[in-house]
Nanobody, 121 residues
């Protein structure tokens, strides 16, 4: 399975963006697709995850109510809809694959190239 994130860009505070993670290859129902982000000089941070089969999702407290993860099996894509963006959301956003329901980056593999989100104040 290969993953490719896209959709980043420059947006003003309070704006919205939708990131996409294209899934190439066979993703199984039990697989979990996660979104992480990494700001300059900081560690990679869990944003949220979605189970490929059921579509069940979980979001980090820092983004809950503002970010929504979903997946479209027909399009083989996982989305991260972001609203009410803040400057502290500025980071490179990555998607990755896990065999289990986990918020730990070490449990994920098949990391795609990230996409940069910049939120101006």
């Amino acid at each position: 399975v290969q993953l490719q994130a896209s959709g980043g860009g420059l947006v003003q505070t309070g704006g919205s963006l939708r990131l996409s993670c294209a899934v190439s290859g066979r993703a199984y129902s039990s697989h979990v697709l996660g979104w992480f982000r990494q700001a300059p000089g900081k560690e990679r941070e869990f944003v949220g995850l979605v189970r490929w089969g059921s579509g069940s999702a979980y979001h980090a407290d820092s983004v809950k109510g503002r970010f929504t993860i979903s997946r479209d099996k027909a399009e083989n894509t996982v989305y991260l809809q972001m609203i009410s963006l803040k400057p502290e959301d500025t980071a490179v956003y990555y998607c990755a694959l896990s065999n289990g329901w986990s918020t730990a980056a070490r449990e994920y593999r098949n990391w795609g190239q990230g996409t940069l989100v910049t939120v101006s104040s």
